[in-house]
């Protein structure tokens, strides 16, 4: 078959979203199909039948960003001749649209939950464009079927619009098992290792992440916090100096081999505000890194209470402290113990790959 995939980034060196649309791209290569990528940002090296197809964008502004974004993919997509059309970015019309950015009429709620300022948001050109953007998408008559990647997306849809509930299909993420894999020669240091991992420091969490590493240290608990992630870390550097423990975390910025970040450390910590279903938490569950994480991230899901990880409540007024008493937790157990998590990590990861992902996928896309 032949199609064409729409998304504005697609890489493995980027986030979670990218890496996605990637391994979508050469696991469907790989099944003999003819693929094009239309994106701005594109990384050659995903596959070498793969064809890309540069799409122009207007960068002045974000309403402009998205606007361009979509009218271009769709005029370019117009041009091939193509079985079926996936959106992985927000476009219409599609054969199938993939819920990976989050849902944002939810998130608005969560960003601002005040009344005025919330009001006052959604008259920022930004917000307005996204959302009637993302209406326009969630209309049956302009995407045949939704592709979510967890159950909670699945339910916002139908708490917040009209779609058919049978026209959506919860098909969870993929992980690359040969690239996030447990590192063999894996010992557990002095000082147990949490990590944090993500490009959007506030809505992954990392504030009450610092403040609960600082209640465990006070508490007595030997660790280091290592942050990796783009973002500005100003304001994250003065708040673990403002808490005392600034000494005890590392902002080492952005990487390209993640996967080492994860094979080194004890416990994976990303409580995100929300996120549909953040793929680094399985990529740390396929190097064998147990992962601390918010019922408002659709990888929890995947997650077993105390077996490879720790659930808490999202977005909540005490969410730092409901981490601390996880990392507490975590850290009271016996080397043993923090081993046999280690080690269901990655036998859940193995149920989740990108040839079963994209094989399910163009499943559920020819048989709707």
């Known amino acids: 078959m032949k199609f064409a995939i729409i998304r504005s980034e697609c890489s493995f060196t980027k ?3 990218e890496r996605y649309a990637a391994n979508l791209c050469r696991q469907l290569c790989e099944m003999g ?4 990528v239309l994106a701005e940002i594109f ?3 995903i596959h070498p039948a793969l ?5 122009k964008v207007n960068r002045a502004t974000s309403a402009t960003r ?4 979509n009218e271009n993919a769709q005029q370019a997509a117009r041009k091939l001749e193509v079985d079926h059309i996936i959106a992985l970015s927000r476009s219409y019309p599609s054969d199938a649209f993939r819920v990976s950015d989050p849902l944002h009429c939810y998130w608005m709620g969560l960003r601002y939950p005040g009344k005025i300022r919330n009001f006052i948001e959604h008259l920022n050109p930004r917000h307005r464009a996204i959302l009637k953007l993302e209406r326009a998408i969630i209309d049956p008559q302009n995407t045949r079927i939704i592709i979510t990647n967890s159950e909670l997306s699945k339910t916002l849809i139908g708490e917040y619009y009209n779609y058919p509930p049978d026209r959506i299909h919860v098909i969870y993420n993929g992980v690359d098992h040969t690239q996030f894999i447990p590192d063999p020669h894996y010992k557990e240091g002095k000082e147990l290792k949490f990590l944090f991992v993500g490009q959007d420091f506030k809505r992954k969490g990392l504030a009450p992440v610092i403040r609960a590493f600082a209640i465990a240290r006070k508490a007595g608990y030997s660790c280091r916090l290592r942050v990796v992630g783009s973002d500005e870390p100003a304001p994250y550097r003065d708040l673990a100096k403002q808490l005392g423990v600034s000494e005890y975390i590392d902002f080492d910025g952005p990487t390209r081999e993640i996967q080492k970040a994860y094979q080194s450390a004890d416990l994976f910590v990303f409580p995100s505000l929300y996120d549909p279903f953040a ?3 399985l990529e740390s569950l396929a190097c064998g890194l147990p992962a601390l994480t918010t019922s408002t991230n659709g990888s929890s899901e995947i997650i077993t209470e105390g077996e490879n990880g720790y659930i808490v409540a999202g977005a909540t007024q005490h969410l730092a402290n409901d981490l601390a ?3 507490i937790t975590f850290s009271l157990l ?3 113990q923090r081993i046999q998590m280690r080690h269901v990590s990655r036998i859940t990861a193995e149920n989740y790959s990108t040839t079963r992902n994209a094989e399910t996928f163009v499943s559920k896309l020819t048989q709707s």
């Open 15 to 17: 986030g979670g979203a």
């Open 51 to 55: 064809i890309h197809v540069p799409i």
């Open 279 to 281: 793929n680094v938490v």
């Open 66 to 69: 998205n606007h361009s974004f």
């Open 334 to 336: 016996t080397p043993e």
């Open 43 to 45: 990384d050659p090296k």
């Open 33 to 36: 199909h003819q693929v094009w």
């Open 325 to 327: 008493k996880q990392m």
